[in-house]
């Protein structure tokens, strides 16, 4: 595709409820990053590919996230029990080479957990 | 945690005018980089100015990187309708810092038709 896609767009789920997210990046992007927006701030780093290899995942804020990305495309960022600090804007973003060059963003997942 | 500070938070001006908005940091970064987000769309880079660079330009934005006093600035000139959006600094740090980009809270720019 031309851009980073994300699916779905939006999500509610109950508290304690486990999600999915992904994200298909651009083809060929070798770097894939994850973040959190919250409303009325800056996005937040979560976790870091390299391909298939995630060299950073400190941003992560609990053990109930996990992301992976096994073929070095595709990734899915997933949340176990939601809580409702959860909600929020999760952003994929990808990028040809290096992991501090320019940055394709997806149009990002908004969570809701009710 | 957020490294980056915007200023000024929210900016309102003219059509046509110029608008300039601020960013300061706190370590050693290896670049800077300039991001727009309208509402309910994704980011989109802008400009992209490495440690090296003092200053860089790219049609009606220009960016200034003053690493001794650790900011940046974004001038945006000739505004127009459609610039009304949040602006972010992005920086990636050197060093052992996070692979990932670390991002102010946003100036949010409202142009006045």
């Known amino acids: 595709g031309a851009g980073v896609s994300q699916s779905p767009r939006y999500k509610v789920a109950k508290r304690g409820q486990d999600v999915a997210l992904r994200c298909d990046p651009i083809?060929?992007?070798?770097?894939l990053f994850w973040y959190q927006q919250a409303l009325g701030q800056g996005p937040e780093f979560l976790t870091y590919?390299?391909?298939?290899?995630?060299?950073?995942k400190s941003g992560l804020p609990s053990d109930r996230f996990f992301a992976e990305r096994p073929e070095g495309s595709v990734s899915t960022l997933k949340i176990q029990r939601t809580q409702q600090e959860d909600s929020a804007v999760y952003l994929c973003a990808s990028s040809s080479t290096w992991k501090g060059a320019e940055a394709f963003f997806g149009q990002g997942t908004r969570l809701t957990v009710v | 945690s957020q490294q980056g500070e915007e200023d000024p938070q929210a900016l309102s001006i003219q059509e046509g005018e110029n608008a300039t908005m601020n960013c300061s940091y706190k370590?050693?970064?290896?670049?800077l980089q300039w991001y727009r987000q309208n509402s309910g769309r994704g980011l989109v880079h802008l400009i992209l100015?490495?440690?090296?660079?003092r200053e860089k330009h790219s049609g009606r934005l220009r960016v200034t990187l003053d690493t001794s006093k650790k900011s940046s600035s974004l001038l945006i000139t000739a505004s127009r309708a459609a610039d009304t959006a949040s602006y972010f600094c992005a920086t990636d740090m050197a060093g052992g810092g996070a692979d990932g980009l670390t991002f102010g809270k946003g100036t949010h720019l409202i142009i006045q038709p």
């Open positions: 370590t050693s970064i290896n670049n």
């Open positions: 590919f390299q391909n298939e290899a995630q060299l950073d």
């Open positions: 083809s060929g992007h070798v770097s």
């Open positions: 100015i490495r440690s090296n660079e």
